[in-house]
Structures are given as C-alpha cells and as structure tokens.
C-alpha cells in the first residue's frame, strides 16, 4: 500500500482537493504544513527541494512527489477505481467538468476568496471584476446541478471533489450564501457533506492559519 505525504495549507482549496479524495478513498497521508503565507513557496529552496513550479499541494506517494491536483486526482481515481467515469461518454464529462473548473470555477474563486479574505486591502475594483466573472460560472453550475445530482450524472466523481472545494469554505471567506443566492449549488454541497468519511478542509487539514481580514461588501 502507498505511503503519503500531502504538502498544503488548509486555506488551499486544491489541498483540501488531494486530502478529501484520499479520505474518501479510505487513504491515509501524514500532513505536511506549508507556509505559505510566510512565502515559502517561493523561495529557491523550497522550489528546488519540493515544487519547481512554486506551488501547494504536493502528494509524495512512497518518496516521489506530485503536482497538479488534476491528473493526480485522475490518477488516485483509477487506482482506487471510484471517483471515476464508468462509461466513454461518463469520462469524457468529468474531464469537459474537471477542466473547466479548474480553469474557470476554481480559477476565479481561489482568487477572488485570497484577495476577499486573505489580503488586508485589496481593490475593490479588482474584488468587483472577479465577482462579476464568478458569479458567471456559478450560474453555470446552478443550471447543471438543477438538473442532475452531479457534475456527471447520479454518481459523485473527482469533479464533483474537485469543484466543490473552494465552495465549501466559510461564506464570510467566499462571500456566498448559496442556499440563498444558488440553491442547487448549495443542495450539491449537502448531497457530497453527506459522503461516508466526508470532512471540511478545517477538519481534514490542521495548521496554522492565515490571517483573516472580514468584508463586508465586495462592489463598488
């Protein structure tokens, strides 16, 4: 069996991606606190010895390390064989799913939350600009979950994990009431609360936190 080591901070909602499919898969990972906040990551040193791209998470499975939360995600999926597409049609979404919310979804939220709640003075101009852009994909994936439980179809998969991580955070970190503002989004992230061995990033992640700077109001 696998030995694992996850490198993260518990604010990364790609960290918390790796951990909770490793949770979920019945995997354990000894937890690697980053600090981020502190910069290492993008140190020289750290960049040579862990990440040359500079960046959290890493999975180390049996000494050898691993970057990008995607294709490990796919690959944790088809070596544990859950999480996965069943079918051609089935794999060919969760990859349409997969890519896009890591270029859209996750994309703009991982931003737009580091700024809101993470920054001790962010433009508001900027803050407005990534709202608007979000809020755009989030309507995107309200339709979609309107009309199925998941990103693929009955089933959970590593997009449904992958999508769902930086949503479930605080609203007073995202921003968001979604049982309000985007109910089958919130109802989505009951259906996957509900998980056996489901955990919070909070929960599944411990370490030192970054500091946080509450807002109450992201236009302009």
Same mark, same amino acid.
């Given at each position: 069996m696998p030995t694992y080591r996850l490198h993260y901070f518990p604010e990364s909602g790609n960290s918390y991606k790796l951990a909770l499919m490793l949770t979920l898969c019945g995997q354990r990972f000894e937890p690697i606190w980053t600090d981020f906040g502190g910069g290492v990551t993008r140190t020289l040193e750290w960049r040579k010895a862990v990440n040359e791209m500079g960046e959290i998470p890493? @999975? *180390? *499975?049996?000494?050898?390390?691993?970057?990008?939360? !995607?294709?490990? @995600? @796919?690959? @944790? !999926? *088809?070596?544990?064989r859950q999480f996965g597409g069943k079918t051609a049609e089935q794999k060919f979404e969760l990859l349409r799913w997969l890519f896009w919310d890591n270029h859209k979804l996750t994309g703009y939220m991982a931003t737009y939350r580091y700024l809101r709640a993470f920054t001790p003075s962010a433009d508001p101009h900027v803050l407005a600009h990534f709202r608007k852009r979000f809020d755009d994909f989030l309507s995107i994936l309200e339709q979609h979950l309107e009309r199925q439980a998941f990103a693929i179809g009955d089933q959970p998969s590593i997009a449904d994990i992958s999508m769902m991580a930086y949503l479930h955070y605080p609203a007073d970190e995202t921003g968001y009431d979604f049982a309000t503002s985007h109910p089958a989004v919130s109802a989505w992230l009951g259906r996957m609360a509900k998980l056996p061995g489901w955990k919070s990033a909070y929960d599944l992640l411990p370490g030192k936190r970054l500091k946080h700077y509450a807002r109450e109001a992201d236009s302009i």
């Open positions: 890493v @999975l *180390e *499975e049996d000494g050898v390390r691993f970057t990008q939360t !995607a294709p490990i @995600l @796919l690959k @944790l !999926a *088809e070596r544990y």
